[in-house]
């Protein structure tokens, strides 16, 4: 029986598979639009994981990819109950020791190696997701840069558009640590070793899409997670280190001065993303495990796999890095797109007490590193739960006036890949940050809000809920 901490991906397909959370497709499927079809239908069913076994043009090569497309099975690959995730899970990283990494002599994934002259990554099951992203990128590819000046390791999911046999673009942000660690390479003029990896445990996924402070090592979440180290091995051309049992580690070096043409891609925010000059990842070693098993993790319009999977663990460090400086927020909801609209719950007696909370909380969201990408904020009461959209938008009706309770920043900084940006005139980069506050007012404004919420008593609803079953529904 598999079960928490999954050792690698394969362990976690057949802890799947024991739970009845895994279609395995023998039809064969095309890559230039299929399996990210697929995809969708999963992740707007909140569907099973799947393995695609027969790839038109492929053959012996296998794809996984939607294990974390649900709630449930992020929860199962975290080790925690699906109640409370987001709370539960802040509380846990404030408390937890770091568990470093161990590293082993050899793993899984160099059962095959490749290295200059003998790489082809066109030989890659790499799939299409919509039918301008040509070439193809590598969307679950987790990538890992050192720090040249104090040796942190980070690790963050990207996507990779193919460039050629042995070249790959990369979607370098400056806000994002694979950006500031890049520019500490160029401020030297070195290349900067990378090493990508393709097919690992769930928790890595997670864990490599967390907004983390500077300085944090994503692999040391991994083991405070489990509480024992990640087993990696180290790469065989520069020092980065990588879980052993990896299906795929791609290793290579971003040039500091190359740029080339990177685009269009099927962007988080939903539409194609503009053609962009990027750095290049020169690639010199590829390794793989035997029978090797490619995950695609598909990303477009909302919602999919990526999207649930990264407002998950983005709320998590939203929360606990919030908390840090307004104790009073109680809950972080991601609503849509990486967090351009998101809400946030306050407790409400101390709301009450503190006149200008919801504004002191609306300027730390903005503050901290887990925020690049919010951009309008809804405020609500620890009486609501900010995930229920039903319970969000019934606070926007009924406790927000448009003339007072809407704060907005102007010509904040954006990130560039909001395609409403250039709208303000100043060119993408730049966005309006809004916060609208859906809380109760204070008095005299509260006549309505003290007569109660109008619903059944609470005898009757926890009644209820304990015949559910017995009246036969
Ligand atoms: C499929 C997928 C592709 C992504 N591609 C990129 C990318 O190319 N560039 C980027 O900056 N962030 C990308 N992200 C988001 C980052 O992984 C995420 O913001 C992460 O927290 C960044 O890591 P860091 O906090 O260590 O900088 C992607 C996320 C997913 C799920
Ligand atoms: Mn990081």
Redesign the pocket.
Known sequence: MSQFPFKSLRDWIDFLKERGQLVENKEDVDLRGEVAAISRKIALTNGPAVVHHRIKGYPGWRIFSDGLTTRQRSAWALGISEDRIVTNLADKLKRLDKVKPVIVKDGPCKELMYFAGQVDLVKLPIAFTGEYDTPPFI???ISNIRDPETGWQ???????QLKGKDRLN????PF?????IFAKYIKKNKPAPVAIVIGADPLYNLV?????PDQVD?MDTWGAFTGIPLEVVRCETNDLLVPATSEIVIEGEMDPKERVLEGPFSE?TGFYSGLRMLPVVHVMCVTMRKDCIYQN?Y?AVPTSE?HT??HL??EV?LLRQIKEFVPEVKDVAILSS?GMVTAVSVDKKAKVKKPGLVNKIALTVKTV?AS??VKNVIVVDDDVDPHNVHEILWCMSVKFQGQKDILVIPDFPGTILDPSEPYLGKGPGVTSYTVFDCTEKPPPYDEAYKRGVAQPRENYRKLVEEKWGIYGF
């Open positions: 969307t679950a590819g980070n690790t963050g999911i990207r996507r990779f990369n979607l370098v942000l994002q640590h694979e950006g500031i490599s899409l967390m907004p983390a994503e988080f993790m990303m990526a999977m990264g663990m983005n460090e990486w590193k690049p990408f």
